[in-house]
């Protein structure tokens, strides 16, 4: 079909010339007729005259059946190409309410940020503090193992001082062992010695009774002596 668009021009062209001539070719030959004897070549020749305008003119129907196909497809092409302008304008019509739509949408979106941000700031701030707290506890967490390695050296040092003092406890029990035993040796040895106080008071009791009797008896026989 779009060869025979390309080619109609042309096709009408020639058409138009051929039939020109036919036509002048039947005056001459209309007009020779009366005067040329010779029948049969001026009637072989309107033949062919007629055979050529019939071809003529089934080219030209021909033609004309393109042209109206090209005429139906060529509006239909322009029924379609509207159909999709008119498309295209609804089109452009719905973007600019989706863009007007989306606008909105960002607007909110907008809003929505400034309170995001807000709380980030916040949250921050927050965070900030929480950080200076978990620090200050991390400290207090190191001093806090700090006094635990303090503690276990003061524990270690209270143990080995326990174990000093069972030590000393341990001698001391001994020495009290010991001194018990001298303890006792010397219970012994003072009860034997106040069992001999015994006997020697009275011995001196006895002996003091008679030396004082004997001391007498001297002296009485002294002064009886003189």
């Given at each position: 079909?779009?060869?025979?668009?390309?080619?109609?021009?042309?096709?009408?062209?020639?058409?138009?010339?051929?039939?020109?001539?036919?036509?002048?070719?039947?005056?001459?030959?209309?007009?020779?007729?009366?005067?040329d004897p010779n029948v049969d070549q001026k009637l072989d020749q309107l033949k062919v005259n007629a055979e050529?305008?019939?071809?003529?003119?089934?080219?030209?129907?021909?033609?004309l059946s393109t042209v109206d196909t090209n005429i139906k497809e060529s509006a239909a092409a322009i029924e379609n190409l509207r159909k999709q302008r008119k498309t295209a304008i609804e089109n452009a019509k719905k973007s600019e309410d989706a863009k007007r739509k989306l606008d909105g949408e960002k607007v909110k979106i907008d809003q929505l940020k400034v309170v995001e941000n807000s709380k980030i700031k916040q949250e921050s701030d927050q965070i900030a503090k929480?950080?200076?707290?978990?620090?200050?506890?991390?400290?207090?967490?190191?001093?806090?193992?700090?006094?635990?390695?303090?503690?276990?050296?003061?524990?270690?040092?209270?143990?080995?001082?326990?174990?000093?003092?069972d030590q000393q406890k341990k001698q001391v029990s001994e020495l009290e062992a010991e001194i018990n035993k001298k303890e006792q040796a010397a219970i012994a040895e003072k009860a034997k010695w106040e069992e001999k106080r015994k006997t020697y008071s009275v011995e001196a009791d006895k002996w003091s009774k008679q030396a004082i009797t004997s001391r007498k008896a001297y002296d009485n026989h002294s002064k009886l002596r003189k």
């Open positions: 079909m779009s060869m025979q668009k390309k080619t109609s021009g042309k096709e009408k062209l020639k058409s138009m010339l051929v039939t020109g001539g036919l036509f002048s070719a039947l005056v001459l030959s209309a007009q020779s007729y009366a005067a050529n305008s019939e071809k003529n003119r089934d080219q030209y129907q021909s033609n929480l950080k200076e707290r978990l620090a200050k506890l991390e400290e207090n967490q190191r001093q806090r193992e700090a006094n635990l390695v303090a503690y276990d050296e003061k524990v270690k040092e209270i143990d080995n001082e326990k174990l000093e003092w």
